[in-house]
């Protein structure tokens, strides 16, 4: 009798024959250990109760190729274009031509595969134990095809942001593309990342998998702008480091993309650190966005603020998994959590779980979750002054994301989540 | 050097159990064990007819197939259920007549408890069915209530002489493979109360059972079935607390509420089992399943429990909103100190239109104990126009406990409007300070404030039963304050 091939070892014997990042020998032992020990999620798993991901799994998946992204064709995808560095993968394939790497006395960034600074990579890499947090994460980080790799090195501020732009999509098969990311910022560093999830074509399953380190008086800013097209799968795993008195901030943007899963998973080990997650996501048709972030509160006098907001359209599907974890000796933690939904449509679902473990006795934690619709009262208040009702309910629309507009400091950021915004609120009525 | 705030936290924390002490009274108990023979010798023990047999056997070939369940945030350890007799029943059980007849012993056994029987019987106009260990001992008012039509009596009576009733009503809200203890539940329940309301019916006394476990080693498995007629209106209380015992008492009860068109059911629970002594050592598992069902339109299910007892409690008294316009409560205060744990809050389940449903949750920890709200609110897509709101609050007091909150809030109608909100923080100084400067002492003023905290869901108890329920507060403060 021949051994059937579980989907399991299918995946994993694709991603090993399409790697070509090693990742550090030590972790090799840990590594081979979590993949035994994790099996693809179902909807009895806890953390992927409300995601469905039969669809992705049922798909025959093989590895991309090395082809060559036009710049006509990144320019039509209207991605955000800012003064900065920039790294584009294809499918998990670097793109020389149209990047704008670095390596200079304050930073280095560039691929993964062209990686200057082996000692970092290799004291750090795997730290976080990223590979233990999900099939997916463990599958991502084993095996690679590339990723981006940056180092900002101590006591350096750029002001222009490293932005990474993931494009997948094949026109005819689907692919498996994996990348693994490496942030490394030094002492007193600070830094804004930018990362751009698109697509080209359909039919993809991106797996990423990322590790940030964020060193003592480093502050790090992530911006996510995520509209990726029909069928295809994207999801995300991302590990964040954070030493004493540290910053981290991250903007989420979901605009589109069949189905995407974001995993933030933050470790707080150092005192006197903040950190803060703000959120938007506007699916629509038949999409599905899920959100999972868990903020470790391990050291004292710690803040974090987690703000997510969705407007469900259409039939989509929407789910906010918010976890916070206070250890015993995290004293002065201060937690809030707040995720509010907005639902457009009759087919419409969202699922909100914010949760808070708190064993330490001196905290302030709190959340908030609500769900309705467009108030029917204000509506109408705005069309007996005179404002149609088209323009009433763009007018809501706008002020319920305004507060995750509001707290972007790059203007040129501001202005085209702007622009998205107006464009999909006009298109939706 | 401990602080005085650290010296009264450790006092609160390890205060001892008062209502323990056992009772020696003769009893019939079955050996140990659980096979389908014991269920048919407890079936045939309890006269039952053979559906309930039937009934007891598919239950537990369900059971049999089930997995204990272990996604709560508890650390215990699981029951052996061959290690536990299935049936025990004081011996000496004759029909009494009167209070004067009743087993002396287990009338001090109340009154150490501060439930003197006859006082409630008179004073307090409560129909109080015992139920001591697994066997009704002593039903009063039933003349009354007979007079209304309204039926209230042990389960094993009702299966008896209302096997029509049973037999529609019982596992109509919990199937019997519901979950792991529902199931054991539905196997081998020993006893428990029925009570039926009949159409248009307001009962004029709150219904009130008091459970005790009392024989070592026995499993406690009640079964309580409420049906609520159309236009009907009961208030139905269970109060418990136990001896102390070593070895780890399992409790897997059952409560079914049905609510017909119109009809109202307020359920309110005092729950102070042994929780331990400060090790942790001993201790009531309370593994409970109980749930409602809003069935005909403009019914309501008010739930209403405060929570001391146990070392480990796995509660989650839910409702389901079927009926268009029916509304569900669920206010809770859960204690724990020592080394308790409770993972314990509801579930609401909107399935009509228009319906209605508040989540009120305050959770105290003291010790080494971990206190978990766990809740879920579904809204169905067709359950058009559905509100709730829910708002559960911890406060921890010392620094090894925890204090945990785990909602789920899935909206599948656009028309709904679902608000949760969540709060943990400990007594702050300043609240201390202000109150001390008032003349009272720390103790005074921490008791005061955690009675201030669970006021808004001590208010909705009945009389009867709220100054109980706030005494057993202080108790477990170890306050002065009532």
Redesign the interface.
């Known amino acids: 009798m021949e051994k059937t091939i579980t989907k399991k070892d299918e995946l994993l014997l694709l991603a090993q024959s399409g790697s070509k990042i090693h990742q550090p020998e030590s972790l090799k032992d840990e590594i081979k250990h979590a993949i035994a020990n994790q099996s693809i999620p179902t909807r009895k798993t ?1 953390l992927w109760k ?1 995601t469905d991901i039969n669809e992705l799994l049922e798909k025959e998946y093989s590895n991309a190729t090395y082809s060559k992204l036009e710049a006509n064709d990144l320019s039509q995808l209207n991605l955000l274009s800012v003064n900065g560095y920039q790294l584009v993968f294809y499918n998990g394939f670097f793109q020389a031509h149209l990047s704008n790497t670095a390596n200079n006395d304050e930073c280095i960034f560039g691929p993964l595969s062209e990686n200057k600074e082996e000692r970092i990579f290799k004291e750090h890499s795997g730290k976080t134990k990223i590979y233990n947090e999900s099939f997916f994460a463990a599958l991502s980080f084993s095996a690679p095809q590339d990723g981006a790799f940056l180092y900002v090195k101590p006591n350096k501020f750029i002001e222009k942001p490293f932005h990474v732009i993931l494009i997948n999509g094949s026109p005819e098969k689907s692919l498996l593309a994996q990348l693994y990311h490496f942030i490394y910022l030094e002492k007193e560093a600070q830094a804004h990342l930018i990362v751009s999830q698109a697509s080209l074509h359909t039919g993809t399953f991106e797996n990423n998998s990322c590790e940030i380190f964020v060193s003592e008086n480093a502050h790090l800013e992530q911006s996510n702008f995520q509209d990726t097209a029909q069928k295809s799968f994207v999801i995300n795993t991302q590990k964040i480091y954070q030493s004493d008195n540290t910053g981290y901030k991250q903007n989420t943007f979901s605009f589109g993309g069949n189905f995407i899963r974001n995993n933030s998973i933050l470790d707080m080990d150092g005192e006197n650190s903040d950190a803060k997650f703000n959120g938007l996501y506007i699916p629509k048709d038949k999409e599905h966005f899920d959100n999972y972030i868990l903020i470790k509160h391990i050291q004292p006098q710690c803040t974090s603020n987690q703000n997510y907001k969705g407007i469900m359209d259409n039939q989509s599907t929407a789910v906010f998994l918010g976890k916070v974890n206070v250890a ?1 000796n995290a ?1 002065k933690t201060n937690a809030y959590q707040s995720n509010r ?1 907005l ?31 467009l108030d029917a009262e204000a509506i109408f208040f705005m069309q007996s002054r005179g404002i149609s009702r088209d323009n009433a309910i763009r007018l809501l629309l706008f002020a319920f994301a305004s507060d995750i507009l509001e707290d972007i400091q790059h203007d040129e950021i501001k202005a085209y989540v702007d622009k998205i915004l107006h464009h999909r609120f006009d298109a939706s009525k | 050097m401990k602080s005085d705030n650290d010296i009264l936290i450790d006092e609160l924390a390890s205060k001892e159990y008062e209502a323990g002490f056992i009772t020696n009274i003769e009893s019939e108990t079955f050996p140990k064990g659980l096979n389908e023979d014991v269920i048919r010798a407890l079936s045939e023990k309890k006269g039952e007819p053979a559906f309930m047999t039937e009934y007891r056997l598919s239950a537990y070939k369900k059971w049999l197939e089930m997995e204990e369940p272990n ?1 709560a ?1 508890l650390k215990y350890e699981k029951p052996d259920f061959q290690e536990i007799s299935y049936y025990s029943a004081p011996k000496n059980l004759p029909k009494f007549n009167s209070l004067d007849e009743v087993d002396p012993e287990l009338i001090e056994t109340f009154n150490k408890l501060g439930i003197p029987l006859e006082e409630q019987k008179m004073l307090a106009g409560v129909a109080v069915d015992v139920v001591f260990d697994s066997a009704s001992v002593h039903t009063t008012f039933r003349k009354e209530l007979h007079k209304l039509g309204i039926i209230f009596c042990s389960i094993s009576e009702a299966i008896r002489e209302h096997p029509a009733l049973v037999q529609q009503y019982l596992s109509s809200v919990v199937p019997v493979g519901d979950n792991f203890y529902a199931a054991l539940n539905s196997a081998v329940f020993s006893d428990g109360s029925f009570a039926y309301i009949p159409k248009g019916v307001r009962c004029p006394v709150e219904l009130s059972t008091y459970f005790r476990i009392n024989q070592g080693n026995t499993g406690q498995f009640e079964r309580t079935l409420i049906v609520a007629d159309e236009g009907s209106y009961v208030s139905y209380l269970e109060g418990c607390t136990a001896p102390q015992r070593d070895e780890n008492q399992l409790h897997a009860a059952v409560v079914e509420i049905v609510a017909l068109k119109g009809a109202e059911v307020k359920y309110s629970t005092v729950q102070n089992w042994y929780p331990g002594d400060k090790e942790g050592k001993g201790g009531i598992y309370n593994f409970v399943t109980k749930r409602g069902l809003c069935k005909g339109d403009y019914s309501k299910i008010s739930w209403t429990q405060v929570e001391t007892g146990s070392a480990v409690t796995w509660k989650y008294p839910s409702t389901i909103l079927k009926g268009d316009y029916s509304i569900a409560e669920f206010y809770s205060v859960a204690v724990t100190k020592n080394h308790q744990q409770a993972d314990t809050g509801t579930k609401m389940i909107h399935l009509g239109k228009n319906t209605k449903s508040t989540i009120i949750s305050k959770g105290i920890s003291m010790g080494k104990s971990n206190n978990t709200y766990r809740g879920l609110v579904k ?1 169905n ?1 067709k359950a058009e126009n559905a509100r709730n709101f829910s708002q559960c609050d ?1 406060l ?31 007594i702050a100084e300043d609240q201390i300070f202000y109150l001390n400067q008032r003349g009272l002492d720390t103790e005074n003023a921490v008791s005061l404030i955690v009675n201030g905290f669970a006021k808004e869901v001590l208010n909705q108890l009945p009389m009867e039963f709220a100054v109980e329920a706030q005494k057993l507060l202080a108790l477990s403060m170890e306050g002065s304050v009532g």
């Open positions: 806890e409300n015993r004293q939904n639902l457009l449509s009759k087919q419409a679902k969202v699922s909100s779980k914010p949760q808070l473990e708190i064993y330490a006795d001196d905290v302030a934690c709190s959340h908030g979750s609500t769900t309705g619709q | 996604w945030l809204i897509p911890s921890l007091i010392g620094d090894k406990c925890g204090a945990h909150t785990f909602p789920y809030i899935d909206v599948d109608n656009p028309s709904a409007t679902v608000e949760h909100e969540a709060t943990t923080s400990k």
